[in-house]
């Protein structure tokens, strides 16, 4: 049902709860991973119009990324990883589809209108375009 399975990370705490969650029905289904992490800081937003060089804090969440997929390799999954660059939403979206996932999982912080209109809504925009299963999972604060 669901073979290939994009988990957009976020290099926090609430990434725990998602990946806690995830891997039982991945490890009942079969399912490959493919972890995301979208790096949104000015220099990843620029990267690619003004040739600059990775910042230290996309090496660190490529790192970051590779430890993660590690350690799901050493559980038994098969994992890919990506790191990509903008805006979250719009990335989450663009990776689903040319990796044809059938899932994804991801965590939200639920906050509340006010929350969403001062920090965004990426979980919303991202069940809102995709014609595939998201599972969102609300992380504790």
Known sequence: MYKKIL?????????????AHIKPLAKMMGSSLLLLHVADGWVARNFE??????????????????????????????????????????????????HQVELIAMSTHGHRFVGDLLYGNTADKVRHIVDIPVLMLKAKA
């Open 7 to 19: 988990i957009p990370l976020e290099n926090g705490p609430a990434d725990a709860v998602i990946l």
């Open 49 to 98: 119009r003004l040739n600059l060089a990775e910042s230290d804090e996309m090496k660190a969440d490529r790192a970051y990324l590779d430890n993660i997929a590690v350690s799901l390799r050493n559980d038994g999954f098969e994992t890919d990883y990506q790191l990509a660059m903008g805006e979250p939403s719009d990335e989450i979206i663009k990776v689903a589809t040319r």
